[in-house]
């Protein structure tokens, strides 16, 4: 696989000449790109196409000033170095700052920035990890994150999660990553083996945009599924790439087909948008398929999930295409059956 790292190489494979503003981006947010993610792009409409947009510079980047350089206070809440612990049951262990490619929209540019670049998890730092675990029994859950893990040697791979394993009062290691959306072919057979023995380890996937969805990344998601590895998918609503249903539900529609649950600053749509768009899915999508829309409050305050208000006034509500009220009192809560349809 072909990795860029630079605008001028990456526009260079696109046929396209780079847009001289671009340099003062990437001075500070530098371009990492592969191959395979780079084919997506359709060089004709660059500027509008979604998956450029979600890898390659752009000026607002610079020009949004009121993005904090750590939105969710993560350095605040290291209990030990790399490992964030915001919930009760469960932290995130950062073991890597390698990507296969860089997002624009990421959270975690503070690691990627130049001058800033996150190192591999150190043995004192997994160590440290690992000490604070086994004095922690009331965390149950580990979101191994970074960077993305599975840019790791598959050795390193193993080494950390073994370790993380063998705290005993651990039940559930997810591994959060990007890789089955952006370089799938690394799914291998040696990697699905080794998974697939790890006792209670999810895959989270992070798949943004229907294009994402190739013959080769449904192919990596199928391989994870078939050796038993339960999958979910995060998509972060991202304006002008998929703030819109008709964009996002043949993805969720997808996703689910592949038994990939969804899970769930100028790129921000705005709280109502996403409000919106699960209105729109709710009389048109399965639960199956409808994502849980959850905002990640600043200053570590942590993920709130949201729904839209149906509630028309005293004992009605909406009907789901909204079209008119329907009254509920409470006395029947006990009398009808509740579904999953």
Known sequence: MKFYNSAPEAFAALGLECPPELARVEARFPLYINDYYLGLIDPADWRNDPVARQSLPDPAELADE??????????????????????????????????????????RKRTWTTGMELDDLSDSDLQSAVAYLRRTPSVREVLISGGDPLMLPLERLQTIVDAISGVESIEIIRIGTRIPAVWPQRIDAALCDYLRGVPGLWVATHFNHPRELTPESEAACGRLV????PVVNQTVLLKGVNDDALVLEPLLRRLVALRGQAHNRHFATGIEKGLEILRE????????????????????????????DYSAGGDCYWDIRERKPVKYETRLCNQNEQGVY
């Open 226 to 229: 078939s050796a038993g590895i």
């Open 281 to 308: 899915f709710r009389p048109r999508l399965s639960s199956l398929a409808v994502p849980t829309f959850a905002i990640d409050l600043p200053e570590g305050g942590g993920k709130v999930a949201l729904q839209p």
């Open 66 to 107: 009121s993005s904090s350089f750590d939105p969710l206070a993560e350095e605040e809440q290291m209990a030990a170095p790399r490992l964030i612990h915001r919930f009760d049951d469960r932290v995130v262990l950062l073991a890597t700052g390698r990507c296969a490619m860089r997002c624009r929209f990421c959270f």
